[in-house]
Nanobody
Framework: QVQLLESGGGLVQPGGSLRLSCAAPGRAVNGYSMAWFRQAPGKDREFVAA????????SYERSLKGRFTISRDNAKNTLFLQMNNLEPEDTAVYYCAASNRGLITSSLWDDHQYEFWGQGTQVTVSS
């Protein structure tokens, strides 16, 4: 079992920034395909961004690319999501996910491919 601990959510004004963290204690995050998903009230969970196992190759939901950046610090066993120029439509619970498998690019967006999930962190964008 892989434990994933998200943090960094909060209330931010439109146009502001947040950086989410996902810690995986005792795990080498480079050994997992990892991703961020989000779920807004009344909506299905949706893909945000992912990074391939053992690689710096990333994938983004098309509409978010340019505002959001996924990265990981292998030394700290942590995955990050830098979110800039936030909009009220970005309000959601953000989840970190990981898979033991080396997912191919066309599968990174599929939440069913991930075995391990964090508890989520709330991001609220409002003035």
């Amino acid at each position: 079992q892989v434990q994933l601990l998200e943090s960094g959510g909060g209330l931010v004004q439109p146009g502001g920034s947040l950086r989410l963290s996902c810690a995986a204690p005792g795990r080498a995050v480079n050994g997992y395909s990892m991703a961020w998903f989000r779920q807004a009230p009344g909506k299905d969970r949706e893909f945000v961004a992912a990074v391939k196992r053992g690689s710096s190759s990333t994938s983004y939901e098309r509409s978010l690319k340019g505002r959001f950046t996924i990265s990981r610090d292998n030394a700290k066993n942590t995955l990050f999501l830098q979110m800039n120029n936030l909009e009220p439509e970005d309000t959601a619970v953000y989840y970190c996910a990981a898979s033991n498998r080396g997912l191919i690019t066309s599968s990174l967006w599929d939440d069913h491919q991930y075995e391990f999930w964090g508890q989520g962190t709330q991001v609220t964008v409002s003035s």
